[in-house]
């Protein structure tokens, strides 16, 4: 009788109890109305369950979103589970089951409720397990020669489930197990049907042992069992628990509890002993009973590149300082044939009447700036132009990468450089770089790249002229390609003239250009909001003394 | 504070994701507009969609970081909470806590940056990531329209009837019992129900983010207007008819009022010669927000140019919005390229009026379940 016993307690032990969801949510009230299970014991020794539970919801009551399903021990294959509900009378649709849901005790998994019952509803689940292994014992009457096989159905929480049950519970016994070869055990006490089950064959033609109750409890345990001879399943499928003879220890310990000393030790030693080894086993189990910790880790959704950008807004993008961005302003206007420039010291410009209409708004109100005879008035309406080209960059941005979109114009710039430096002849590089100018002018090298690159003379384009009121022209050869013009310069002074440009920017227009950028950023980007928290930076924003376009431009990527 | 008994069983049960489900966070009156919903997903990771605009997708520590901030806990109790689930130190937790939540609030407060760059997020391209359910429900509450609209308006679907108020009730439990954070009421002309403030009430209550999609001309009404405005309408997308002087009056009675609008524009080639000037008139109202789609290839030219005139104006462009030719907007012009998979049918999904489910409006010949006859499940597995 003592393995019997033991198997059972093991089953006890490790498979049983499986209340509903977390006690937490104490408003769960629902009645169990009906459950059919059947266990099949298959021939490789491993058990197979099948559940069907319809439950009705209290009105009032908690929705039911999970139900946890306990198993006998923790040896089910999971991915031998299945999960339908039953959205009407007729169709079942599978829903997710994980053990990482399930708040039972012992082993067991949550059958998520895709479809909810809802207060006052009814619905039903139907489970299946393929595979538990470790589900049988030697028979403590013929340990021998017989398998012993107890299951108890899952049962709920009882502060949750009320009312009546309508229980079945079918076994289904090996293959080739013969009706005079097993026998059934008596079930739990608790039991209100009758304990000898109906006797009968599947369609497969195995042994069944059927107890049913129409009076049975949602939350009550109820432990059926069979024997059968153990030669039908595997000897390995047998669960032997270690045979320590406990009677000789048993005396032993009887002498012992009868000493005096015993109890004065005991009392005064083991539990500093037990709690010495509950810290021990604690802090082995708490690195790995804990999840892996990966830093925080956020994706935004947003789009890759800007395109569509002017090589002006480029350079605000790429932070390019801004007296070189007015400048780049100033050469787009002067070959739109928008302006002339009539002198550089101070910087004055003729604007065409009327205005080209291929003009962006930045350069509509860069002109207008200069339209202004005051040179006050001209720092102040660059100032406000600058801002509003700053929004509108950022604007644009909204949704982009900047990154990407950054090297994005990079390679613009990049290919621009090829095409001149691929260009066959003077003439033709001339043609290049009168097309592509806005774009090389994006180069932090600008300079010393013009300088590599026109190692002899530069054909200048029809409208340097209105660019260099200086400007004399040498002859250039018949029959030169259009849009360039009949003068040449040398490369290096194409550099130094639009390298000049862009100091006599920084020097007379802007006055001090760290200053403009200042009152520039501090109504494009103002400081970002720190929380305070523990000296943590969030980058960018800041106020800063340097002339570059970015402490104006902070544009933005990411959203939709 | 934990039993002695909860701390010891602690001590011997494996760690577990938090569980799946949708938490909501409104910021409260006063403070900044905010609203933050968190999906947790069976496997711990999360997403997170702030102002029902940008979405986040979380590893598993950064979406039990988001738990904490959506809950409101203090750095302290955070990390601690995180150091007894996480093999980390209490220090590291707390750093990386105010480091996560200071990184959310910079993206909430300066949307002008970027946070791929100001705040080392990774980007992922929209709608590419997968997603246990859509963002979005657009609920085609009616079909009906105003008498004398011009018949390009009408759904191409007729429906044999309309839901009652509380089916759609249950209609919107089961969408945010799956997960879904955002609906968006439409139609037809979604004012023609008389339901509708019930609606947007109930919706609200739930936890929902609501938008509502309509011509705006019933707005022009001031108790509508304000029965409205009292339900807790989130968003209202207005669909501007610009020949129309009813719709302009009903938009500049609506610019004043305290209500997130957007301005919706179908480019045709009719109005696309004054698309200038109605940008234009629409800045001086005060539109801060803007959605524009062509109604035609002829105008896609337009199309290109006309966001440099809005980001001008001071105005943002919006997209991915259920509006009429809601495929031919600029921004999906522009990124052609890019190969942006389509949002219909995972990032949102459109409700007929009789409750038949569709990736996006226009799409009647590819149902995908009924969502009040349906579980989400069935639906679910459809769109998959």
């Known amino acids: ?560 | 504070m934990t039993s002695l008994g909860e701390f010891i069983q602690e001590q011997f049960h494996h760690v577990h994701p938090l569980t799946a489900e949708t938490h909501h966070f409104q910021s409260a009156p006063g403070e900044p507009p905010c609203r933050l919903h968190l999906r947790l997903e069976p496997d711990g990771s999360g997403v997170l969609i702030v102002n029902a605009t940008n979405v986040l997708h979380l590893n598993p520590t950064a979406a039990e970081f988001a738990y904490h901030m959506v809950k409101g806990s203090p750095p302290e109790k955070a990390a601690r909470d995180i150091a007894r689930r996480y093999r980390t130190s209490r220090a590291t937790a707390q750093k990386d806590y105010i480091d996560f939540r200071d990184s959310l609030q910079t993206m909430i407060t300066r949307p002008d940056l970027d946070p791929s760059d100001y705040m080392d997020f990774d980007r992922v391209a929209p709608h590419s990531q997968p997603l246990s359910a859509p963002l979005r429900l657009d609920c085609a509450l009616t079909y009906r329209l105003p008498p004398g609209t011009q018949a390009e308006y009408a759904p191409t679907k007729r429906v044999e009837r309309e839901l009652t108020t509380s089916e759609w009730h249950t209609i919107l439990d089961k969408a945010w019992a799956a997960g879904i954070p955002h609906v968006a009421f439409t139609g037809g002309e979604a004012t023609l129900r008389d339901d509708l403030p019930t609606l947007i009430a109930l919706a609200r209550k739930i936890g929902l983010v609501t938008s509502l999609l309509s011509d705006g001309l019933k707005l022009s009404d001031l108790p509508y207007r304000h029965t409205l405005l009292q339900t807790g309408l989130d968003h209202l997308l207005f669909i501007l008819q610009p020949d129309l002087p009813a719709s302009w009056d009903a938009l500049a009675a609506l610019m004043p009022e305290d209500l997130y609008t957007t301005v919706h524009l179908t480019v045709t080639p009719q109005n696309a010669g004054q698309a200038g000037e109605i940008l234009q008139r629409l800045a001086k109202l005060g539109v801060k927000s803007l959605s524009l789609s062509a109604s035609d290839a002829s105008v896609h030219e337009l199309m290109h140019k006309l966001p440099g005139q809005v980001a001008g104006l001071g105005m943002t462009l919006r997209w991915d919005l259920p509006v009429p030719y809601s495929a031919e907007n600029p921004v999906a012009h522009e990124t052609v390229a890019d190969q942006v998979a389509s949002g219909a049918g995972k990032a949102w999904l459109y409700v007929e009026p009789d409750g038949d489910v569709l990736p996006a409006q226009g799409e009647a010949d590819h149902i995908l379940g009924n969502f009040l006859k349906d579980p989400w499940e069935k639906i679910h597995q459809n769109q998959l």
């Open chain 1, 1 to 560: 009788m003592k393995f019997r016993l033991i198997s059972v307690f093991l089953l006890l032990g490790m498979a049983l109890a499986a209340p509903m969801r977390s006690a937490a949510q104490s408003n769960y009230s629902f009645s169990l109305d009906k459950e059919v299970v059947q266990v099949t014991w298959n021939a490789d020794g491993s058990e197979s369950l099948d559940y069907v539970m319809a439950f009705s919801n209290s009105p009032g009551a908690a929705m039911i979103d999970y139900v946890d399903m306990g198993m006998p021990n923790s040896h089910f294959d999971m991915t031998t589970v299945h999960a339908f509900v039953t959205a009407d009378m007729m169709t079942e649709f599978k829903v997710p089951v994980s053990t990482s849901n399930y708040q039972g005790s012992g082993s067991g998994f949550a059958v998520q409720m895709s479809l909810p019952i809802y207060a006052a509803e009814s619905g039903s689940i139907h489970v299946t397990v393929g595979t538990i292994t470790n589900v049988l014992y030697k028979d403590t009457t013929n340990p021998t020669t017989d398998a012993s096989a107890v299951f108890a159905p899952t049962y709920f929480n009882a502060k949750f489930v009320h009312g009546s049950t309508d229980l079945t519970v079918v076994f289904h016994l090996p293959p080739g197990v013969q009706p005079g070869e097993a026998r059934y055990h008596t079930p739990s006490s608790n039991w209100p049907g009758d304990a000898a089950p109906a006797i009968g064959q599947d369609a497969q033609g195995n042994v069944t042992y059927t107890w049913h109750s129409t009076g049975a409890s949602g939350s009550a345990q109820y432990l059926f069992g069979a024997s059968f001879p153990n030669k039908y399943v595997p000897a390995g499928a047998i669960v032997v628990p270690p045979a320590i003879d406990f009677s000789g220890i048993s005396d032993w310990f009887g002498k012992l509890v009868g000493n005096g000393a015993f109890w004065a030790i005991f009392c005064n030693v083991v539990p500093w002993a037990v709690i010495l080894l509950f810290v021990i086993i604690a802090a082995i189990n708490a690195k790995r009973r804990k999840l892996e910790y990966l830093p925080p880790k956020i994706s935004i959704e947003g789009h890759g590149i800007k395109r569509g950008l002017t090589a002006v807004e480029a350079a605000i993008l790429m932070e390019e300082p801004l007296d070189k961005v007015m400048t780049m302003i100033l050469f787009g206007v002067v070959k739109k044939n928008a302006a002339t420039v009539t002198s550089k010291d101070p910087l004055n410009l003729a604007l065409a009447s009327p205005l080209p209409a291929e003009l962006n708004d930045y350069e509509k109100a860069f002109l207008a700036a200069f339209a202004d005879p005051s040179q006050t008035n001209h720092r102040n309406a660059l100032e406000d132009m600058t801002i509003n080209l700053v929004k509108s960059v950022s604007e644009k941005m909204k949704g982009f990468s900047r990154k990407e979109t950054i090297e994005y114009y990079k390679g613009i710039m990049e290919r621009a450089w090829e095409e001149i430096r691929k260009a066959g002849t003077p003439e033709l590089k001339s043609q290049a770089y009168d097309q592509t100018l806005e774009w090389t002018m994006l180069d932090k090298n600008y300079e010393q790249t013009t300088h590599s690159v026109f190692t002899g003379m530069f054909f200048v384009p029809v409208w340097w002229g209105r660019y260099d009121p200086g400007f004399h022209p040498t002859a250039a050869p018949a029959g030169s390609q259009p849009g360039v013009g009949r003068g040449t310069l040398p490369g290096a002074a194409l550099a130094a003239s639009v390298v000049t440009g862009v100091q006599s920017f920084s020097g007379k227009m802007l006055g001090d250009v760290k200053t403009f950028t200042s009152g520039v950023s501090s109504r494009t980007n103002p400081a970002p909001i720190s929380s305070g928290g523990g000296g943590h930076s969030s980058g960018g924003g800041s106020h800063c003394a340097c002339a570059c376009a970015g402490c104006a431009c902070a544009c933005a990527g990411g959203g939709r």
